[in-house]
């Protein structure tokens, strides 16, 4: 039987622990951290999402980044204006436009926080990676993080009025770090890097969105340096029936295990919870799949899961091995953050 403990103190982190980027602003959520292990501590790099605190004076103030300068202004809209439809707390959308939003509310960037039990973290008090370029100029989401021979690689979504892009950061210490530009393009997410080359290619898996036809599935892409990708194919599809029947992404970056590739990933169900469940994968062919979660290996049921920003939310991010066992961080409803944490031979043994 699957032996998987949420943390007693679950949610580990919240908006409420995270001070603002700014005066202006208030922090909104602390969610969907990436993780690694450096020197003896575990780092989350965690996606904070903030907005500005005075919006009741029948205007709503959207941060925006100039993406020529670098800096932070402010778009102020009237909500009386009936060119936009306010009725979404998160985004604002045109009502004659066929775009899914024009801006979002709030504004993310990725903040870390460092804990030598993994459970209890200090929250640095600036941004770590803030948005600053026109792909980035709706903020920057959901960072994952692998380690490569040293060199930690931090994948991020990148929000603006050109749609969604994967970016690509490296550092080596988590206290600089470079940016490497973006990897996909437009609408692609949930994207991790493997940790090893695998017979002299890196692999990544993402999650490409059609604006046509098709759920949105997980891919696998093969590359020889990390920023151009290529020999793009699908890995694993949506099932009808099940609990990853409307979408499905991936989560953790893959670990090896004697097994295979052990990869953590979220699905969505037809009333739209997201849940957890893991695929094995060939160690020297990742695009096999050997096995997959029949059911979820954790899905929203406590009360902190349920309710929140976006509610009935299980969406893990982030995974190091402590005491025998992978600690998993998950992000919590759109707003904080969780710690499950179980044996990898338990996870195995869910797979046959």
Same mark, same amino acid.
């Given at each position: 039987?699957?032996?998987?403990?949420?943390?007693?103190?679950?949610?580990?982190?919240?908006?409420?622990?995270?001070?603002?980027?700014?005066?202006?602003?208030?922090?909104?959520?602390?969610?969907?951290? %990436?993780?690694?292990?450096? $020197?003896?501590? *575990?780092?989350?790099?965690?996606?904070?999402?903030?907005?500005? $605190?005075?919006?009741?004076?029948?205007?709503?103030?959207?941060?925006?980044?100039? @993406?020529?300068?670098?800096?932070?202004?402010?778009?102020?809209?009237?909500?009386?204006?009936?060119?936009?439809?306010?009725?979404?707390?998160?985004?604002?959308?045109?009502?004659?436009?066929?775009?899914?939003?024009?801006?979002?509310?709030?504004?993310?960037?990725?903040?870390?926080?460092?804990?030598?039990?993994?459970?209890?973290?200090?929250i640095e008090d600036k941004p770590f990676i803030f948005p600053e370029n026109r792909y980035?100029?709706?903020?920057?989401?959901?960072?994952? &993080?692998?380690?490569?021979?040293?060199?930690?690689?931090?994948?991020?979504?990148?929000?603006?009025?050109?749609?969604?892009?994967?970016?690509?950061?490296?550092?080596?210490?988590?206290?600089?770090?470079?940016?490497?530009?973006? *990897?996909f393009e437009t609408e692609n997410k949930d994207v991790v890097i493997f940790p090893e080359? &695998?017979?002299?290619?890196?692999?990544?898996?993402?999650?490409?969105?059609?604006?046509?036809? @098709?759920?949105?599935?997980?891919?696998?892409?093969?590359?020889?340096?990390?920023?151009?990708?290529?020999?793009?194919?699908?890995?694993?599809?949506?099932?009808?029936?099940?609990?990853?029947?409307?979408?499905?992404?991936?989560?953790?970056?893959?670990?090896?295990?004697?097994?295979?590739?052990?990869?953590?990933?979220?699905?969505?169900?037809?009333?739209?919870?997201?849940?957890? @469940?893991?695929?094995?994968?060939?160690?020297?062919?990742?695009?096999?799949?050997?096995?997959?979660?029949?059911?979820?290996?954790?899905?929203?049921?406590?009360?902190?899961?349920?309710? %929140?920003?976006?509610?009935?939310?299980?969406?893990?991010?982030?995974?190091?091995?402590?005491?025998?066992?992978?600690?998993?961080?998950?992000?919590?409803?759109?707003?904080?953050i969780g710690l499950a944490a179980a044996a990898l031979e338990d996870i195995l043994s869910?797979?046959?």
């Open positions: 039987m699957m032996n998987i403990k949420r943390c007693k103190f679950n949610p580990i982190v919240t908006c409420k622990d995270v001070v603002p980027s700014s005066r202006d602003f208030e922090v909104i959520g602390a969610f969907n951290p %990436g993780a690694a292990l450096y $020197k003896g501590e *575990i780092v989350l790099a965690m996606r904070v999402a903030e907005r500005f $605190k005075d919006n009741n004076d029948g205007h709503i103030k959207i941060p925006v980044i100039d @993406g020529q300068s670098a800096a932070l202004k402010t778009v102020d809209l009237d909500k009386e204006d009936d060119r936009y439809d306010f009725s979404d707390s998160r985004v604002i959308k045109e009502k004659d436009s066929c775009c899914d939003f024009v801006y979002l509310t709030s504004m993310s960037h990725v903040r870390l926080a460092r804990s030598t039990d993994g459970v209890n973290f200090k980035e100029s709706f903020g920057i989401e959901d960072p994952r &993080i692998t380690e490569i021979d040293g060199s930690y690689f931090i994948t991020y979504s990148s929000v603006s009025q050109y749609g969604i892009v994967t970016s690509l950061a490296v550092t080596s210490d988590f206290k600089d770090y470079k940016k490497l530009g973006n *990897i080359k &695998i017979n002299g290619r890196y692999f990544a898996l993402n999650r490409p969105v059609s604006k046509s036809t @098709g759920d949105p599935v997980i891919w696998i892409s093969e590359s020889y340096d990390l920023l151009h990708w290529g020999n793009h194919r699908i890995l694993a599809c949506t099932r009808k029936g099940h609990w990853d029947s409307e979408k499905i992404g991936a989560g953790i970056p893959p670990v090896k295990t004697d097994r295979g590739w052990l990869e953590l990933y979220h699905g969505v169900d037809d009333q739209g919870h997201y849940s957890m @469940g893991a695929l094995l994968l060939d160690v020297n062919c990742p695009s096999r799949i050997i096995a997959r979660s029949e059911k979820p290996l954790l899905d929203p049921r406590m009360d902190y899961e349920t309710g %929140g920003f976006f509610s009935n939310v299980v969406f893990p991010c982030g995974a190091v091995k402590k005491h025998e066992k992978l600690y998993i961080y998950y992000g919590i409803s759109d707003n904080s869910t797979l046959g």
